[in-house]
């Protein structure tokens, strides 16, 4: 009786061992099933919130007051200021000052450079708060034509660019790759946790 019982409780401790193996292997197989389902969501989640990101803020444009809190004023280093910004197309340029007291023309380089607006004038603002668009990757030169402020320092240059690629490509690379479910680690080790937990429920009959 003994040896039949010993028998027969090593049978049953073999196939509780093969059982338990079987279930490892059945739940790591749909541990990876499951993770590489929700993986794949995972990067196409991201790839969608990566581009409406990147679209808005290569959409996005600023609003530069001429000369800042001095405005568009004698006195003031407007070659100075032009030179703290990068512009980029869509960007807009906003003259502040006086009426009458101020104007402010667009010109070409050559009478940027003479002061004379005899010729090559482009565009003239004389509303007092004149907002210029800038609506082409191009140099664009300003100068105010009353009688000497231009000669005085009232002129400038910028040279607009296209909205950068640069920063949308350095953004992309600050971002994890997006081919791979090995860039969510940390993700990985909390769902295979998740999974099991749920696995073993399911053994113990626990109605999720």
């Given amino acids: 009786m003994v040896h039949v019982e010993r028998v027969f409780g090593g049978a049953i401790r073999l196939l509780d061992g093969d059982l338990s193996l079987h279930f490892f292997h059945a739940f790591k197989a749909m541990e990876e099933a499951m993770l590489s389902k929700y993986c794949s969501y995972l990067i196409m989640i991201l790839m969608v919130i990566n581009f409406l990101f990147l679209k808005g803020s290569t959409a996005s444009s600023e609003v530069y007051t001429v000369g800042d809190e001095e405005e ?8 100075s200021w032009s030179q703290k910004y990068n512009f980029s197309v869509g960007d807009v340029l906003r003259f502040k000052y006086v009426k009458g007291q101020h104007n402010a023309y667009e010109v070409r380089e050559a009478t940027y450079r003479s002061c004379d607006a005899s010729s090559g004038v482009l565009a003239k603002y004389e509303s007092g708060d004149d907002q210029v668009k800038l609506s082409q990757a191009k140099k664009y ?68």
């Fill in 141 to 208: 030169w300003f100068i105010c034509n009353v009688p000497g402020h231009c000669l005085g320092g009232m002129r400038f240059g910028i040279d607009v660019k296209e909205a950068s690629a640069a920063s949308t490509s350095s953004q992309m690379e600050a971002s994890p790759p997006l081919n791979s479910c090995k860039s969510y680690a940390p993700l990985r080790w909390r769902m295979g946790i998740f999974i099991h937990i749920f696995a073993f429920g399911i053994l113990l009959g626990f109605d999720f």
């Fill in 72 to 79: 568009w004023n004698d006195g003031k280093d407007f070659v």
